[in-house]
Each structure stands twice: as C-alpha cells, then as structure tokens.
C-alpha cells in the first residue's frame, strides 16, 4: 500500500510519498517547496493571495508527482498559519478543485502526529520539539499519556515581529528582543516539572543540523540521530551577527529561501535549550508527515 501526505506548514509545503514494507515505512518520494504560507498572518490574520497562489503552484507541482504513483491514500493538512486566519477558505476551495481534501488540524493532533512520527525512537524520558514558521510544538508523555503545549514562538512570525531588515546582518538588539520574547513566552506557557532529554524535528531545526555537516544535499539518514550543541549554536548566532542575507544564503546546509528566517529560529532554540537547562538536543527528521503516513499505512 502506498501513501501520500502532504503538510502546508506557515513556511514551507511538503510531500512525502511512503509503502509499508513489513510495518516499516520505506519512504518513496520527498519534497520541499518554501512557500510561506504565513506571510504576514502574524500582523493582519489572514491569508494573502500570493501566499496562496505560491502554495498552490506547489501542490500542482505534487499532484503531478503523485498521478506518477499507485496511491492508495493521500492526506493533505494545514497547522499554525492555517488555524490562525479567519479566511483559509481562500486556500481550501483552491485545494478541492485539485482534487485533494483540506484538513486544518489543532495543535493536539499536530502533537500527535508528530508523537507518532517519531515515537520510535523516544523514551519516556524525551521531550519532542518542533520550531514551525507560526509556532513550536513541545510534546512529552506523562503518566502513558501524550502533554503538549504549543506557543506562538515561530520563526516566520518572530522575523515578521522583530528583524526589521532580514538582508542585513542580524543586531543585538533584534536577538535581545527575540530572546526575551522567547523567554517570557515559555514561561508564561511551558509548566515542566522533571527534567527530559530533548529531541528535535521540522525545518528549522533539520536544516540547523544541516548547517552543521555542511551539506551540499540534504541527507535524511545522515540527519537522523545528529547532535546539536548549545554551544555550538551560539557559535553559529555569532556568525550570523557578521552575515548578511546574501552570504547566509550561501552556506552549505541552508536552502536561500530559509536564509531571511534561520536566525530567529536559532534564537528560539537557543533558549528553548537554556530554559529547560539542557545542553544538547538529538536532531530527527521523523516528523508529523511520518505520523501522517504511519496512520494512513495502519503502521
């Protein structure tokens, strides 16, 4: 049997095309398009007609990819940027005529999804992190159950909110004000009460552990299980503050059109990390899609 999901996230659109292979997912076909869906929702709460029209060139782009398949099932969703307007209609009347089914889901089933994603290789111990464009996810299990919380700390939205000039090399006071955004946010949302070791999934940070390995091609099985370190974080902050746009975009590991975005997802981490007084994380790149497939599939 074989499957498609797709995720239409704040800042990029998704496919992932997968087989169960003895309860396995043997992945097929995967795809990014950077199409930042949340382009200005931060500020106005709705959805803008080139935004759309940029994921809807990408989702024609997958359908054509998908008729190349024998699919069983296909799944499409939207997460932060989508459940924060009050006019999605815009993108989901567009989606039909596509012939794919919309499904907006709530922060619960995006934990959830992206629990499941990645459930293979947590312990009860491990605390789930995903930095979206809108917002970051934290999922744990307490007592058997999945917890979450989800924080509008993304880094489409805190670059909209904050970094005044994106071409420009990043300021201290961009980062001081990122950071105390951050900072009062957790606070005021996240209520932890043991200490767990840390993954992470998503693009922000997928592309974090990229930067790090220098990667000319995006490897997923490379990714999969990478440390990244708090100190060497920083160390990469540092760099930005003497980077512009234009040099950032250039590193090995960055797509360019994540460039504008990277440093204030960097700054979340950073302190995501500080609050919860860990000094590491394991990257992985099993997410909400792969929580979408395994549903699909009945893996």
Not at 46 to 57: E, F, G, T, W
Not at 149 to 154: A, K, L, R
Not at 236 to 265: E, H, V, Y
């Amino acid at each position: 049997m074989l499957a498609a999901a797709i995720d239409i996230g704040t800042n990029s659109c998704r496919l992932l095309i997968g087989e169960n292979k003895n309860n396995q997912i043997q992945i097929k076909k995967r795809e990014l398009k950077i199409t930042r869906l949340g382009e200005g929702v931060d500020k106005n709460r709705k959805l803008n007609k080139k935004a759309v029209n940029r994921v809807l060139s990408a989702l024609k782009y997958y359908k054509e990819i998908i008729d190349n398949y024998n699919i069983d099932k296909i799944r499409l969703i939207g997460t932060s940027a989508l459940r924060d307007v009050d006019n999605s209609l815009l993108l989901s009347k567009e989606t039909i005529r596509l012939g794919f089914e919309l499904e907006i889901i709530s922060g619960k089933k995006e934990a959830e999804l992206n629990y499941l994603g990645a459930v293979d290789n947590l312990n009860d111990d491990s605390m789930l992190i995903d930095i979206g464009g809108g917002s970051t996810e934290f999922i744990w299990l307490s007592n058997q159950a999945i917890s979450f919380e989800s924080v509008d700390i993304g880094c489409v939205r805190l670059t909209e909110r904050f970094i005044s000039e994106p071409e420009s090399p990043l300021k201290e006071s961009e980062i001081r004000e990122i950071n105390n955004f951050v900072y009062d946010s957790l606070k005021n949302e996240l209520n932890l009460n043991k200490t767990l070791s840390i993954k992470g999934v998503g693009g922000t940070i997928t592309t974090l552990a990229a930067l790090k390995m220098a990667m000319e091609d995006y490897d997923s099985e490379k990714i999969e299980g990478a440390e990244l370190y708090i100190k060497e974080l920083k160390e990469l902050l540092n760099k930005f503050k003497k980077l512009d746009l234009n040099d950032r975009s250039r590193l090995k590991g960055l797509q360019p059109k994540r460039a504008d975005i990277i440093p204030a997802g960097l700054i979340i981490l950073i302190v995501i990390l500080e609050y919860i007084s860990s000094e590491s994380l394991t990257v992985s790149d099993h997410d909400l899609l792969y929580g979408l497939l395994k549903e699909e599939l009945k893996i």
